[in-house]
């Protein structure tokens, strides 16, 4: 069985980010998860001694919080340094720009379009910052709903796909008469689209490695099964089925984001051996 990576896959900018700094802060709590990958947060409490709090009220005068990569809403920041709290910031930096963009054009006077999954904690943060009317919107018929002043700026939640941002501008533009757009979907996000794009039109089977909550890598699992019926999205080793490789004879492999290079290794280590004869 030949086993290839795609060009581009795991850890982004963000997360590599995140983590270290939460390696640098030993003995702290990040708010919320930090990165969407269990194995990797279990590593950060086994070796770091960074727990995971989920509560607010968890956090004590100082106290030190790790602020997740998707970051937190504008009034729970508020919240941990009102207390106190020695807050550490390892919100990724294209998370924060949306941010200040939804702060800013609020104070302009535009009501908000933000374009992702109102339940995701990065839109949750990004919303927060809004200051006026802000809506979140995941398909273009959801715009029908809306009252939108004429002035609107959008935004996009970092890992969508950008076909599918640019049908929500234009369904605005047909609209309104001035919109603002910002392209805020990740890089790290294209590079690794496009390489599983290319590697699942080849593979015979596509394994996709990320937390089953991570969006970005359910974009990535999503674009793998277009190309390749074959593919599986799977958090680790344990969860490979051997008669997902009976039969192939080229697996392709990507991974999500946030999903670390000792679980891709393990992955890799196991495939090996059920695909042996
Ligand atoms: S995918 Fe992009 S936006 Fe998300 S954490 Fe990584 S670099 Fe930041």
């Known amino acids: 069985m030949l086993i ?8 982004c900018f963000g997360v590599k980010r995140a983590i270290k700094i939460a390696e640098e802060n030993k003995n702290s709590a990040t708010y919320g998860p930090l990165i969407h990958n269990a194995n990797e947060i279990e590593r950060l409490k086994r070796d770091f001694n960074v ?9 004590k005068v100082g106290d030190t919080a790790v602020i997740r990569t998707h970051g937190i809403p504008k009034e729970e920041l508020a919240l941990l ?21 939804c702060e800013e054009m609020s104070a302009q006077g535009y009501d908000i379009v933000i374009f992702g999954d109102d339940k995701h904690p990065e839109i949750k943060g990004v919303k927060s910052y809004a200051t006026g009317k802000v809506y979140v919107v995941n398909s273009p018929a959801e715009i029908d709903a809306l009252t939108l002043r004429e002035r609107v700026a959008v935004v996009a939640q970092t890992t969508r796909r950008i076909e599918d941002y640019q049908s929500i501008v234009s369904k605005l533009m047909m609209s309104h008469k001035e919109v603002r757009v910002f392209n805020t979907i990740c890089n790290a996000t294209f590079d690794n689209q496009d390489a599983v794009h290319k590697l699942a039109r080849e593979a015979d089977v596509m394994i996709v490695i990320g937390g089953k909550n991570s969006s970005n890598t359910k974009q990535l699992y999503s674009i793998a099964l277009d190309a390749c019926p074959h593919s599986y999205h799977i958090e680790s080793q344990e969860d490979l089925q051997p008669q997902w490789f009976e039969g192939k ?29």
């Not at 290839?4 to 850890?11: K, P, R």
């Not at 080229?250 to 280590?269: K, L, N, R, Y």
């Open 4 to 11: 290839q990576l795609a060009e581009s896959y795991g850890f």
């Open 249 to 277: 004879n080229f697996c392709g492999i990507s991974a999500g984001a946030s999903t670390p290079d000792w679980i891709i290794q393990a992955v890799i280590e196991r495939i090996n051996h059920l695909s042996q004869p």
């Open 51 to 59: 727990a995971l709090s989920e509560n607010l009220d968890n956090f």
């Open 81 to 101: 340094n009102k207390r106190n709290i020695n807050v550490i910031d390892a919100t990724c930096p294209y998370v924060t720009k949306p941010q200040q963009i």
